[in-house]
């Protein structure tokens, strides 16, 4: 075992403070890693405030973070896929039974015995696996992603989970060049849902609570952009999606958005409100239409989806911020005042 700082919360309502973590001394299969970013997921704010008690409950002392890249410092004896050196990423999960049908399918997130990156029990060390708001992580090579040379390593942070959790069901849901896709709500997962289905030739549509924010849309490459609460707009869009990603982070009307997809059209959550969604029966069976959930993604697709992003030079728009101020910045992630996503400089915490 060594030592490492880090960030924690002691409890729901605790502010963050400074702290000293343990991480294990590295087994034949691990990759010790020096993290320079950490993305800042709404995610890590509903859990750390155990806003997902029912689900998710929180165990504190608490080190979010799971929108990892860094630098490997060191590899176990039997590791061959990475070397010192080497720039890489570490998303929601950091291990799983390898044995499993999901696993075998290569759909780690579905595992019954997966182990995300934080808040869950540590199969090494006992007690719960504490994520990346500190300076150094240890994770199985399998469990480890490459991130493709050229992206902007800050930038890169939040496709490790914004970005897997948005292209994954795009891909899931054969969106494909010249399908109209909508994204609702334009935050951390929302503005890659934007980037990524403008990328794959979509006709994109983004809706936003923020007249301000119409603007920014078009500049992430929607084609158009919705202001949700004006019901002329969005009466104008009923019936024509094929898919609509709902990235909204609170509770809201699913049902105004059932309306805007065309016969057998799907949506998609992957927000993760803590209170149940009212869906209309009525806004579903008339146009054989669905309604799915997503979480991320496996590791074979993040992989795809960081390659992907290599290729297009996609990466989350980001304000770089010091650690120190990861109090104030969930403040303004929920006030939505962050064009799109906070990643923490952990040069910071050193
Ligand atoms: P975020 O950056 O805070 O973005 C959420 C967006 O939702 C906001 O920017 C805002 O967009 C919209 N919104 C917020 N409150 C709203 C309200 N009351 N009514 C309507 N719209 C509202 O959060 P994020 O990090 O993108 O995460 C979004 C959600 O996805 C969270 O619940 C998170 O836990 C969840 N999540 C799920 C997965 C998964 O695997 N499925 C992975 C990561 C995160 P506008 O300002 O444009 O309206
Ligand atoms: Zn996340």
Known sequence: MYNTKAYSVASSTSPFARTTIARRDLTGRDVQIEILFCGICHSDLHLARNEWSGAMPAVYPCVPGHEIVGRVTKVGSGVTRFKPGDLVGVGCMVDSDRTCPECQAGLEQFCPNTTLTYNSPDKHLGGVTYGGYSESVVVDEHFVLRVPPGLDPAGAAPLLCAGITTY???????????????????????????????????????????????????????????????????????GSFDFILDAVAADHDVGAYIQLLRRDGNITLVGAPAKPLAVPAFGLLLGRRSLSGSPIGGIRETQEMLDFCGAHHITADVEVIPIQKVDEAYERLLRSDVRYRFSIDMASLR
């Open 168 to 238: 994954s069901p795009m891909r899931h849901w054969g969106v494909t060049k010249g399908k109209k896709v909508g994204v609702v709500g334009l935050g951390g997962l929302g503005h890659m849902g934007v980037k990524f289905a403008h990328a794959i030739g979509a006709h994109v549509v983004a809706f936003t609570r923020s007249p301000g924010k119409k603007e920014a849309a078009l500049r992430l490459g929607a084609d158009e952009a919705v202001v949700s609460r004006d019901a002329d707009e969005m009466k104008r869009h009923a």
